[in-house]
């Protein structure tokens, strides 16, 4: 890989990934922040529907965001992270699979009356998230 593309993609991954663990930890720190954490929550309420029987029950207080969409950020910031470490040569085509479960599962939930629960919604939300970082990172053979 040249540097340009090696600069470009390092720039991609900051650009996606820092704004995702934001989102990962303001949903789990937001239950914490009281009537100061209120500059967030338009954010929150734009990527979420936020019902609290679907968020998840942490020891100080119920996630600002759903089960599936915590752990999607989750997910989408471990990946970038484990993409750009040693380990991380994945290639892209191997996100694919992990992007089924997700889909499945909420189209399931939307065309019928299948309930998912919340673990299931928090695996299929950190294998999505997870596939998205590996689609969008994933090792590509350049000939140049």
């Known amino acids: 890989m040249n ?3 090696k600069k470009g993609r390092l720039m991609f991954a900051i650009l996606l990934g820092v704004p995702a663990g934001l ?8 239950p914490v922040m009281g009537n100061s954490g209120n500059f967030i ?5 734009a990527t979420c529907h936020r019902m609290p029987s679907r968020c998840v ?13 915590t752990a999607f950020w989750l997910g989408l910031a471990g990946g970038i992270v484990l993409m750009y470490s040693r380990t991380g040569k994945i290639p892209f085509w191997a996100g ?14 939307f065309h019928s009356s299948y309930e998912s629960s ?10 999505g998230g997870f596939g998205i970082s590996v689609t969008i990172l994933g090792r590509v053979h350049r000939v140049n």
């Open 3 to 5: 540097s340009n593309w």
């Open 23 to 30: 989102m990962f930890l303001f949903s789990i720190a937001r």
């Open 41 to 45: 929550d338009p954010v929150l309420s």
């Open 57 to 69: 029950n942490l020891p100080w207080g119920t996630s600002a965001l759903c089960a599936r969409c």
């Open 96 to 109: 694919f699979p992990l992007l089924l479960p997700l889909i499945a599962d909420g189209m399931l939930q």
């Open 118 to 127: 919340n673990v299931i919604r928090l695996v299929t939300g950190l294998a």
